[in-house]
């Protein structure tokens, strides 16, 4: 095992068993070191926490090379458990609620216990455990509290009218994106499936979880209204995006490459229909596509012109991109289609 995996686990150990503390020293020279092993970090906020922490230089005599040891300490050391683990996800995002959701449950041979809170993002990241073994596959502990997750928060929309009866239901997709949880249950007989034995099986955790979800998640919304309609709102803004983005792909199916010279940025096609031998060339404005095009092998060669500087697609929601006419044109031109109709095999230009 490298440092760093050695590391990750005993941090997401002690994150898992609230208050434990556990320490981790690497010794040795540094002609051998770890790779992708982080730079200190030093003492988080709150002081209790210190990650690749050097410690001072130690009183060693130099071995027979003139090294002498220099140690580095990895402190790790969570008072809160699951709500430090959800705060330490959310480290470099922006929470759009500042109190972290938290509960714990019991049963006959079973614990959980859960943190989560949302960020502004649009991509979710649940982490499930079970015997503080990282379930990768997920398992029945992941599909109970998704199922409550998503009946409460759309039983909670209804009931303050924060949907209107006639909308359909807030999808899981839509109501987790964003959302950063932990999900952490504890069996006294696990049961693991799957090749990696990392998706737990154990049919009544499911109804056991979705139980104790229930009961927290109901009672939390309605003690901490505010946030509840933050959390309700963005759900629904997501729903909105996902269906303008479904409209926007039915679009781009609509249109071929033989329409695009109805949208702003008009492609000067090559004569060749041979894609491997076919190179597409985006230029910036009509001026620069008017010169290329003069420039160019006419056979081989093709040129787009878009408007002015593209959107970010990568920090821009779905619906937005797939609404953007430049980006339209770029889909439209390469011939491949979108989402489920993607077809490489149609690509048009292989270069």
């Given amino acids: 095992y490298t440092l760093e995996t050695i590391r990750r686990r005993l941090q997401e150990q002690t994150f898992l068993n609230k208050g434990l503390t556990m320490i981790l020293r690497d010794e040795r020279k540094p002609e051998t070191p770890a790779t992708g092993v982080p730079s200190s970090d030093g003492v988080e906020s709150d002081g209790t926490v210190v990650e690749a922490a050097p410690t001072a230089d130690t009183d060693e005599e130099p071995d027979a090379e003139g090294y002498v040891a220099k140690p ?15 705060a330490h996800l959310n480290k470099s995002k922006d929470p759009i609620h500042r109190k972290i959701v938290g509960y714990t449950g019991e049963g006959p041979g079973h614990q959980v216990e859960v943190a989560m809170q949302w960020n502004s993002g649009y991509s979710e990241s649940v982490y499930t455990f079970a015997n503080t073994i990282n379930t990768h596959e997920g398992g029945t502990h992941e599909e109970g509290f998704r199922h409550a997750l998503t009946a409460t928060v759309n039983r909670y929309a209804r009931d303050k009218k924060l949907i209107k009866e006639k909308d359909p239901a807030l999808s899981g997709d839509d ?32 109804s056991f979880v979705q139980r104790v979800s229930n009961e927290w998640l109901a009672d939390w919304f309605e003690r901490n209204p505010n946030e509840a309609k933050t959390i309700v709102n963005k759900a629904v803004s997501s729903a909105q995006a996902r269906l303008a983005a479904r409209r926007a792909r039915e679009l781009v199916r609509r249109k071929s490459a033989g329409d695009i010279g109805g949208l702003p940025g008009k492609l000067s096609d090559c004569r060749s229909r041979d894609p491997e031998s076919c190179e597409l060339y985006i230029v910036e404005g009509d001026s620069a ?15 787009l012109p878009i408007r002015g500087k593209i959107i970010n ?17 770029i ?21």
């Fill in 72 to 86: 580095k300490e990895y402190v790790f050391h969570y008072p809160n458990g699951l709500e430090d683990f959800v």
């Fill in 175 to 206: 109501i987790r994106e964003g959302l950063a949880a932990i999900v952490s249950v504890k069996i006294s007989e696990p049961q693991f499936e799957g090749q990696t034995k990392t998706k737990l099986g154990n049919t009544e955790v499911k």
């Fill in 289 to 303: 596509g008017g010169s290329a095009k003069a420039g160019r092998d006419s056979m081989h060669q093709a040129i």
């Fill in 313 to 329: 697609v990568e920090k821009a929601r779905i619906d937005r991109v797939l609404k953007n006419t430049e980006v339209q044109s």
């Fill in 331 to 351: 889909i439209t031109a390469m011939g491949t289609g979108i989402h489920d109709d993607f077809d490489l095999s149609k690509l048009r230009y292989h270069k």
